[in-house]
């Protein structure tokens, strides 16, 4: 098992920046790979972006060039540093796993926090 907690979430005005912290506990060597999504209101949940074991990073097209996924291993925390916030990154942001242990892959997800770009 592998426990997600996110903080940082907050109000900022278009233009700011603020960082998400996930706090990693649990089954941490059996993960492969995480990231963060995001659900606004009345849309789908979306990837935002991911970090795989090896360092491999993606992001969605929308963040590319504001966002940045980062992880220290030794805090046992992933990051997501987010720069030049729009009204349109608002959102519900979650902390997300997949777990591999032998062939079992398994998902986790934070509680989510909250991000509101508005002035």
């Known amino acids: 098992q592998v426990q997600l907690v996110e903080s940082g979430g907050g109000l900022v005005q278009p233009g700011g920046s603020l960082r998400l912290s996930c706090a990693v506990s649990?089954?941490?060597?059996?993960?492969?790979?995480m990231g963060w999504y995001r659900q606004a209101p009345g849309k789908q949940r979306e990837s935002v972006t991911t970090?795989?074991?090896?360092?491999?990073?993606n992001y969605a097209d929308s963040v590319k060039g504001r966002f940045t996924i980062s992880r220290d291993n030794a805090k046992n925390t992933m990051y997501l540093q987010m720069n030049r916030l729009k009204p349109e990154d608002t959102a519900v942001y979650f902390c997300?796993?997949?777990?591999?242990?032998?062939?079992?892959?398994?998902?986790?997800w934070g509680q989510g926090t909250q991000v509101t770009v508005s002035s």
């Open positions: 997300t796993a997949v777990g591999l242990i032998g062939t079992t892959m398994t998902g986790y």
């Open positions: 970090i795989t074991r090896g360092g491999m990073t």
């Open positions: 649990g089954s941490i060597n059996s993960i492969v790979v």
